[in-house]
Nanobody
Framework: QVQLVESGGGLVQAGDSLKLTCIVSGTTPDYYAFAWFRQAPEKEREAVSCIPSGGSTLPVYADSLRGRFTISRDNARNEINLQIKRLRPEDTAVYYC????????????????????WGKGTQVTVSS
């Protein structure tokens, strides 16, 4: 049973940086792609980034979030990480980790329907 558990969220001030972590259990994460999504209050869940397996293909990012967000993986620690710099109040959301146990980020990776395994999320609140 694949489980994804997010952590690292909290209350931060605008301009701060934060590192979110997704711990993967029940499978070997090395072989699969993982994504981060976020959902702000009263808004649709939106894609943030997706990282494929292996190191030969670069991660992909939502166009509007490119530059401040960095996704990475530490296979030895079974971690998928999301570094966020220069946080803004509009980054306030629940951040979710997801996978569909495929090695690549599909062309539809921005769609939450493309993923069938989700963590419960970690809350990030950015104060101005």
């Amino acid at each position: 049973q694949v489980q994804l558990v997010e952590s690292g969220g909290g209350l931060v001030q605008a301009g701060d940086s934060l590192k979110l972590t997704c711990i993967v259990s029940g499978t070997t994460p090395d072989y699969y792609a993982f994504a981060w999504f976020r959902q702000a209050p009263e808004k649709e869940r939106e894609a943030v980034s997706c990282i494929p397996s292996g190191g030969s293909t670069l991660p992909v990012y939502a166009d509007s979030l490119r530059g401040r967000f960095t996704i990475s993986r530490d296979n030895a620690r079974n971690e998928i990480n999301l570094q966020i710099k220069r946080l803004r109040p509009e980054d306030t959301a629940v951040y979710y980790c997801a996978t569909d146990l495929r090695p690549r980020c599909s062309a539809n990776w921005r769609s939450q329907g493309d993923f069938d395994r989700w963590g419960k999320g970690t809350q990030v609140t950015v104060s101005s």
